[in-house]
């Protein structure tokens, strides 16, 4: 089998450094006053700053690191300073997904970006993939770095997660956004009708294991990423699932949306959400059913549409994401003059 071999990444590395030279500088607008980052908890390892498949670039701006939970490690990059918010990846990413969005936040929020449970440089636990399990690992994490009430934005696979994670432990959650993310359940057949790979990653084991080789990474991943993550960003990517590990960890997600419908159809009317919820769709992908699905669980769901984009909303339109982020976390903040029509539905 061909293996793939990491590169350098130099050339991420100076883009982002102008990024955090003004988080540093403070030279963005609409910066809060910094709140006290939390001291290190127990269980909380630092690893300074370096390369690896997270939001990497900030040089000494960041703090990156791991911290213990059940069944391994969580590995989180941080920065910034001001409300807690909580930033989850989906698949087939990690959280190098917000390397474009991630430095602007940290002018406005303390962003914790965390590679989910057996992705990224987190452990690969041997079981509980399902999101109850894997929200409260992330929870754990969260705990451990200090933090009590947070706020999550969440993309794809770790949308449900997010949203575990707010129907769970609703008294933590402040605010809930989640992009292109729409709940298993009734959903989930109107998904199937025009992607395959959802059914194909939900086999059971060892089939797309053995389908999908070390040298097939960036035929099959590319596929996702084609015309909407540019070739040089889908590298830390490809080389994160290069690891045969991790690629069961990513389908072990799929083979849990079973399970997951059926918790949140078992949950859903006892458990809603009562927390804001901004439910983002792509013009270009699924529109308005990610906000359809989270209309039975949630109280108060505001809808938006991201323009300009396909799936991968944070990498082909980071301008969209940092706007509309800092209009609904930040109720009152009056975002960009004059406001774009298509940040309506953000305004918390």
Known sequence: MRRIHPTPLGRYTAALATLTLLILTGA??????????????????????????????????????????????????????????????????????WHKTMPDLANSYTVIALDLPGLGESSVPAGGYDKASTARRVHEAVQRLGYREIMILAHDLGG?????????????????????????????DKLNQFTWHILFNSTPAPIPEQLIDDEDVPTYLGMFFEGSVSPADREPYYRAYADPTRRHAGYEYYRALRADAADIQRNGASKRLAMPVLAVGAARSLGGLVAESYRPVANDVREASAPDSAHFIPEENPRFVIDC????????????????????????
């Open 28 to 97: 963005c607008a609409n910066t809060p006053a910094p709140a006290p980052a939390p001291s290190a908890s127990a269980g909380a390892e630092s690893a300074g700053s370096g390369p690896g498949t997270g939001p990497t670039g900030f040089a000494e701006a960041v703090e990156q690191g791991s911290v213990a939970v059940d069944g391994g490690t969580i590995h989180y990059t941080r920065a910034g300073s001001g409300p807690p918010l909580l930033l989850l990846h989906g698949w087939p990413e990690t959280s190098y997904a």
């Open 160 to 188: 449900i997660v997010g949203f575990t994670y707010a129907r769970d432990f609703p008294t933590e959650v402040t605010r809930l956004a989640v992009l292109e993310s729409p709940l298993p359940g009734p959903t989930s």
């Open 325 to 348: 982020a800092r209009l609904f976390f930040t109720p009152g903040h009056t975002g960009p003059t004059p406001p774009r029509p298509e940040l309506a539905g953000c305004a918390g």
